[in-house]
């Protein structure tokens, strides 16, 4: 190969140009390689490789003592001898020779760089020092570092790939511009997904493998991306996040930029807890509060790399209107009833139309098979022109559809493709279709907005993430109004102990608008007799404690105490039990409180979830609370109208409307205390480390909530921010 010199190929750059370091390291003009390789085989020699078959029309400059040319380029035996500051310097060298070569980087004045090398942080004590050593003078100098432990990096669009990833030899770059950035943390997963979205005809443009992100958090590169006008949409793998707060904000800048934001998130079970923190020595987080923050921020979750492509396929797709009320029409009256079937299980609705509809349709089209949805088009339908569009104009025209699915195959889709056009393109709603056969009209579909899937289970699995997160955009806005609008609630502070028991944490509860029950505190056994009398009987009698959190495991609880002498002799008991069970438990006295009774139980509870901060989980409560996990969350803050939406997600929320005929629940004063239950931890963010209201009992409608039982858990002093 001849040498080329590149650097006739790029545009001057004047000296007054500045770019930010990301700038340098995502799309760099000029690249250094340490450890260069003249081997196309070996680390140090495949993205170089790249770099000349693909064009990249930068100055690359390899670095080895041991040549003097390779590639077809002049190398340099070291980056001192270099004939200008490259934007980027790339170390495939090994973890020891790592720090000393960042070093001599910083010197040269280089200020973005890319470390292969493994044997950091994901391999012990050592490794971990060593990696914070780099993130340390990365920061300190104003560097962007990827790495270590990564792959490296690929702008596609501009070729200039910097990833040791062979697979780009078999499916390289595509002709134009790419506009889908990938941004994994394992090197593998890239290079899955990358060809996963190549075989899906996904164009990209940033190939980004982040490693052990010693320097670059990846939320820091989806902010980058979010502002980049070449990437209009993003797909990922995500292990474990280090910065909750960054990626609410880079959240609402996608929104804002009207692009999707779409990612496997391993961790999801125990096990896969474990190997995602050992793998790049980061934290999984609570997988609950994972996916729930996911979806309130407006991040699509997908479970594996095709269903990943799947969902940025229909993403692109992004200038019709969609929902989760689907309308199926089908040439075959059985699979209409069986994508009805996975639509449903897919959590999607597939709505009875009316009757109005209905007959209309039948009026147009007498040899529809079925109509009220799925819609039974038959073979017939195609032996009359414009009669789809017809039937389509109907379905549309009711205001209880969304989206429209449309099923066919191979010629039969091509004879009404153009009246699928049509009816998109006059409705402005998302259609989408499935050819199991080898329809010639996909492209054309594909260019007229409407997505073509092949197979049934996938178009299913895909449409399942992609329409809910289309129609809850409304509420992800509300939430993010509420959040950049809160402010303080209180002008005095209450003063939180750093042992609250039961009693004190119902006093705060009160003072922030939470209704609880009425309770005094009894000092021995008669006290205790004495204010049961006055509080009328049945009553309940608890432990009280700091230091018991869990007082019907401890023995210390007694309920439906009808006299005085039970109230005397359930005092003795718990005391004795509590004794003997927590020796060591500060007591205070006993609750005596009234029995009540109402419509059902709730939990109320805000946990610090050491990604995202404070969020709050509302379920069916009372004792069985751990067994059914009926349960929603949230991060905060949450109002009635967030409160709200959590119930009605529950799957016992009926038993609080009025179900077999019970009472109706007061589901309005239910949604003032969760909502007040936010207020409260908002105000004391950083000092409240786990509130729980355990019931909360939600009475008659009308006749409101009350709070029976509570615990607060008072962050350490130094953990208050």
């Known amino acids: 190969m001849n040498k080329r010199d590149i650097a006739t190929q790029v545009a001057p750059v004047?000296?007054?140009?500045?770019?930010?370091?990301?700038?340098?390291?995502?799309?760099?003009?000029?690249?250094?390689?340490?450890?260069?390789?003249?081997?196309?085989?070996?680390?140090?020699g495949i993205a170089i490789d790249h770099l000349v078959k693909f064009g990249f029309e930068g100055k690359v400059y390899p670095v080895n003592p041991k040549y003097t040319e390779m590639h077809g380029l002049q190398c340099y035996p070291d980056i001192e001898s270099l004939p200008e500051i490259p934007d980027l310097a790339v170390l495939a060298i090994g973890a020891e020779m790592v720090f000393p070569t960042l070093v001599k980087c910083h010197e040269k004045g280089i200020r973005a760089a890319i470390i292969y090398a493994s044997g950091f942080a994901e391999e012990g004590e050592e490794g971990a020092r060593l990696q914070q050593k780099i993130a340390a003078f990365a920061r300190e100098n104003d560097m962007a570092v990827c790495g270590p432990n990564c792959m490296g990096l690929a702008n596609l669009n501009t070729r200039a790939i910097?990833?040791?990833?062979?697979?780009?030899?078999?499916?390289?770059?595509?002709?134009?511009?790419?506009?889908?950035?990938?941004?994994?943390?394992?090197?593998?997963?890239?290079?899955?997904?990358?060809?996963?979205?190549?075989?899906?005809?996904?164009?990209?443009?940033?190939?980004?493998?982040?490693?052990?992100e010693a320097s670059i958090e990846f939320?820091?590169?989806?902010?980058?991306?979010?502002?980049?006008?070449?990437?209009?949409?993003?797909?990922?793998y995500l292990e474990g996040l280090r910065d909750g707060e960054r990626l609410i904000r880079v959240s609402e800048k996608f929104h804002r930029a009207g692009k999707a934001l779409i990612l496997i998130k391993s961790g999801e079970t125990e096990q896969g807890s474990i190997a995602a923190m050992s793998h790049t020595a980061s934290l999984a987080g609570n997988q609950a509060i994972n996916r729930a923050a996911f979806r309130q921020l407006g991040i699509m979750q997908a479970r594996d790399p095709m269903q990943l492509v799947d969902v940025a396929y229909l993403?692109?797709?992004?200038?019709?209107?969609?929902?989760r009320r689907v309308a199926v029409a089908s040439i075959s009256g059985a699979m209409g009833g069986l994508l009805t079937d996975l639509l449903v299980s897919a959590g999607l609705e597939v709505p009875v139309l009316p009757l109005g509809a209905q007959r209309e349709l039948k009026e147009k089209a007498p040899m529809l098979g079925m109509v009220a949805n799925p819609i039974d088009l038959t073979a017939n339908l195609y032996n009359r022109e414009g009669l789809a569009t017809e039937v389509f104009a109907t379905v549309v025209a009711d205001s209880h559809v969304d989206t429209v699915l449309v099923y066919a195959t191979g010629y039969l889709l091509d004879r009404i493709a153009n009246e699928l056009i049509d009816a998109s393109r006059r409705s402005g709603l998302l259609f989408i279709a499935i050819d199991t056969g080898k329809a010639k009209s996909r492209g054309d579909l594909e260019r007229a907005g409407i997505p073509v899937f092949t197979d049934v289970a996938r178009a299913v699995g895909a449409m399942a993430t992609?329409?809910?997160?289309?129609?809850?955009?409304?509420?992800?806005?509300?939430?993010?109004?509420?959040?950049?609008?809160?402010?303080?609630?209180?002008?005095?502070?209450f003063v939180l102990s750093?042992?609250?028991?039961?009693?004190?944490?119902?006093?705060?509860?009160?003072?922030?608008?939470?209704?609880?029950?009425?309770?005094?505190?009894?000092?021995?056994?008669?006290?205790?007799?004495?204010?049961?009398?006055?509080?009328?009987?049945?009553?309940?009698?608890?432990?009280?404690?700091?230091?018991?959190?869990?007082?019907?495991?401890?023995?210390?609880?007694?309920?439906?105490?009808?006299?005085?002498?039970?109230?005397?002799?359930?005092?003795?008991?718990?005391?004795?039990?509590?004794?003997?069970s927590q020796p060591d438990a500060e007591l205070r006295g006993v609750l005596v409180q009234r029995m009540e009774v109402g419509v059902g139980e709730l939990i109320v509870g805000i946990t610090r979830d050491p990604i995202f901060g404070l969020s709050i989980t509302v379920g069916l409560g009372g004792i069985f609370t751990e067994v059914f996990r009926d349960v929603a969350h949230r991060l905060l803050p949450v109002d009635e109208t967030i409160a709200q939406e959590m119930l009605e997600e529950l799957r016992g929320y009926k038993l609080l409307t009025g179900f077999r005929g019970?009472?109706?629940?007061?589901?309005?004063?239910?949604?003032?205390?969760?909502?007040?239950?936010?207020?409260?931890?908002m105000q004391f963010d950083g000092e409240i480390n786990e509130l729980?209201?355990?019931?909360?009992?939600?009475?008659?409608?009308g006749d409101g909530v009350v709070a029976l039982d509570a615990l607060l858990s008072v962050a350490p002093a130094e953990c208050n921010r």
Request: aromatic fraction near 6%.
């Open 315 to 323: 993403a692109s797709m992004k200038d019709r209107t969609a929902g």
């Open 162 to 212: 910097t990833a040791f990833a062979t697979i780009f030899r078999d499916y390289p770059p595509n002709t134009g511009a790419g506009h889908v950035s990938l941004v994994t943390q394992s090197g593998n997963m890239c290079a899955i997904l990358y060809v996963a979205g190549y075989e899906r005809g996904i164009k990209f443009n940033q190939f980004i493998n982040t490693g052990n």
């Open 662 to 681: 019970k009472p109706q629940g007061d589901i309005a004063a239910a949604c003032s205390a969760i909502a007040a239950v936010s207020t409260l931890a």
């Open 692 to 701: 729980e209201i355990n019931p909360l009992l939600v009475r008659a409608d």
């Open 14 to 44: 004047t000296e007054c140009t500045y770019l930010r370091p990301m700038d340098l390291l995502l799309n760099p003009r000029s690249i250094a390689f340490v450890g260069a390789s003249a081997e196309p085989s070996r680390l140090g």
């Open 466 to 493: 992609y329409l809910p997160w289309r129609e809850e955009a409304s509420r992800r806005e509300h939430w993010r109004t509420l959040r950049n609008g809160r402010t303080a609630t209180s002008e005095e502070k």
């Open 498 to 580: 750093r042992r609250m028991d039961e009693h004190q944490t119902k006093h705060l509860l009160k003072s922030h608008g939470v209704p609880v029950c009425e309770e005094r505190v009894a000092g021995n056994a008669d006290e205790a007799a004495a204010l049961a009398d006055m509080a009328g009987y049945s009553v309940a009698l608890k432990i009280l404690s700091p230091d018991i959190a869990h007082k019907t495991e401890a023995g210390g609880v007694r309920l439906h105490l009808m006299n005085a002498d039970a109230v005397r002799s359930a005092y003795a008991e718990v005391m004795k039990n509590v004794q003997a």
């Open 219 to 236: 939320a820091e590169y989806l902010e980058y991306l979010a502002d980049d006008p070449q990437t209009h949409s993003v797909i990922g």
